[in-house]
């Protein structure tokens, strides 16, 4: 009697923006896996045992090997399968200054409380990468070119969320080309399709099966 593969098991936190970008790419590239959404207030074993540093993403592939940083699971899943060629739109320098400085602005502006500092001096230096972006995407409407692709996916998540800490703040900016290419990335199929609600797994739980679409 044949017995069948498990799939790849990736853990992962809905609105968590690094858990995001890798859900975007894994699901672009169709791959099969079982998706178990965390609470992050009550980590599953199963998941710090296989990434003991407790963040998420987390994919465990079925010979056991994890890989539990965000772009690392994105060229995983697009080395698979690349349908849409999101590998030929990278662009690593402008990855890390999304995750170094941009990040760094966008936490304290977030949450200013944890850090006890102004937040309008962070939400000011965060500003500047965003009309930096707006640059790029006065060109062709996508970061590295007319289609979307790892960039895009990787860095979207991100501007998603400095948008959401004031909403009424960011609609008054001076952002021509960014604002209408963050609507139509939320506005798609595969966002939508990532960005379906879970309940938090627990062991002996039914397998969720990821999602994955295009357009």
């Not at 923006?17 to 672009?28: C, E, G, H, K, S």
């Not at 692709?149 to 609609?171: K, N």
Request: with cysteine.
């Amino acid at each position: 009697m044949m017995t069948l593969q498990p799939d790849p098991v990736l853990y992962s936190f809905r609105r968590c923006p690094y858990a995001m970008r890798a859900r975007l790419a894994l699901a672009v590239s169709g791959a099969r896996l079982e998706l178990r959404e965390v609470k992050l207030s009550a980590k599953p074993e199963a998941m710090l045992e296989a990434s003991p540093k407790g963040t998420v993403p987390v994919l465990v592939q079925t010979d056991g090997t994890v890989i539990d940083e965000s772009l690392d699971i994105m060229h995983w899943a697009l080395a698979q399968a690349d349908p849409e060629h999101w590998l030929e739109r990278d662009d690593p320098a402008l990855i890390a200054e999304c995750d170094g400085p941009f990040k760094h602005a966008l936490d304290r502006y977030k949450y200013p409380d944890r850090h006890g500092i102004d937040p309008a001096e962070h939400r000011d230096r965060g500003i500047l990468f965003l009309r930096q972006l707006d640059d790029r995407l006065s060109g062709a409407g996508q970061l590295c070119g007319s289609t979307r692709g790892l960039a895009d996916a990787a860095i979207m998540p991100f501007v998603r969320q400095f948008a959401s800490v004031d909403p009424d703040w960011f609609a008054a900016q001076n952002l021509p080309h960014l604002k209408p290419w963050l609507e139509r990335h939320l506005a798609s199929p595969l966002f939508a399709a990532i960005m379906q609600r879970y309940a938090p797994w627990s062991p002996g739980d039914a397998p969720v099966a990821f999602p994955h679409v295009t357009g």
